[in-house]
């Protein structure tokens, strides 16, 4: 077992913004958190390598690979020239998904009426994530359209619209799932969105994965359970209370952490809960590819090819 209060300490040392007794954003946290854990595993063999024992290093890296394989994900940014149609592939980390609410939440604690659905669904903000968005006027410069121009060239660049899809390329065993409740409003200071957020037990993450997913995961793979939910209590950002409600996969029951205090509750507490953070457990494993492999720039790139394309879309 691990001491809250040696935990405390050692994030007050590691992590200075944290020090002291001040409200914390609770994904702020965890995002910091996370992050100087993979600092600290990863500078261990560099920094004082010939000090560090062999069997010493080899467990830091198996150590920083498992951290990278349960929380890691991978998504791929997709560029269209609305001009061409030519489409440019990225694929980036991620740590956690930040998922807005549609614009017509964000107004709604102000015109609200008595007995109006006020309800939004997680699934909802997972298609917004997806969607695909159009840039704002002619900024992109396509690398078709600017093939035949010369880089020395003084012409300068053809510039085009464009949109953009963000979709999920590899997915991690705990997907966390960041509701972003606080916005900044027209008074400068962070408002709260208090709307309650419909999520289920069980999470098919499917139809939020480019098709080229398929190719190293199983049905069974798409498929998530909750396990864990941070909920903030309180109508602003600077203050309030973070209590965390838990599964426990042993004994088949949820239980409520409340600094202290550990109370079992039932599923159906959990999800009338006004969700912050969300914890998702994949069912099964993935396949031999595993999202610790990185694609290689052939196999991003090759998006742009018609003939020979590697990544395919719904």
């Given amino acids: 077992l691990v001491s809250p209060f040696a935990m405390l300490h050692s994030v007050w040392s590691l992590i200075p913004a944290f020090r002291g007794y001040d409200q914390q954003d609770a994904q702020e946290f965890l995002c910091e958190l996370l992050d100087k854990v993979q600092q600290e595993l990863e500078s261990e063999g560099t920094k004082r390598r010939i000090l560090i024992p062999f069997p010493q ?21 997709q560029v ?3 001009t061409c149609n030519y489409k440019s592939n990225t694929v980036e ?58 880089k020395s060239s003084s012409k300068p660049l053809i510039l085009s619209e464009a949109q953009k899809q963000l979709m999920i390329y590899r997915l991690p065993q705990v997907l966390r799932l ?32 480019c098709r080229d997913t398929h190719s190293f995961i199983d049905k069974e793979g798409f498929i998530y359970d909750l396990s864990a939910v941070v909920m903030h209590h309180g109508k602003g950002f600077g203050s309030g209370h973070y209590t965390a409600y838990c599964y426990n996969t042993e004994g088949g029951f949820w239980v409520h952490c409340n600094d202290s205090k550990l109370n079992v509750c039932s599923v ?13 457990t994949q069912r099964t494993r993935q396949g031999i590819a595993g999202i610790s ?22």
């Fill in 80 to 82: 269209t020239c609305v």
């Fill in 57 to 77: 290093r080899k467990l830091t890296k198996q150590v920083l690979k498992v951290v990278n394989t349960i929380f890691h994900g991978q998504l791929l940014s």
């Fill in 178 to 209: 960041h509701l972003k409740r606080f916005r900044w409003s027209g008074r400068n200071h962070r408002e709260k969105i208090g709307v309650h957020v419909i999520f289920d037990q069980v999470l098919n993450m499917e139809p939020y994965c």
């Fill in 268 to 280: 159906e507490e959990v999800c009338k809960t006004q969700a912050y953070i969300l914890f998702y």
């Fill in 93 to 150: 980390p991620f740590w956690d998904l930040s998922l807005e609410f549609p614009e017509r939440y964000h107004c709604f604690e102000k015109s609200t009426t008595v007995g109006h659905h006020t309800d939004c669904k997680l699934t909802e903000m997972l298609a917004k994530f997806t969607e695909t968005e159009a840039l704002e006027g002619r900024i992109y410069a396509c690398d078709r359209c600017n093939s035949k121009r010369r």
């Fill in 293 to 314: 492999e990185q694609p290689s720039e052939a196999q991003v790139l090759s998006g742009n090819s018609n003939e020979n394309r590697r990544l395919t879309f719904p």
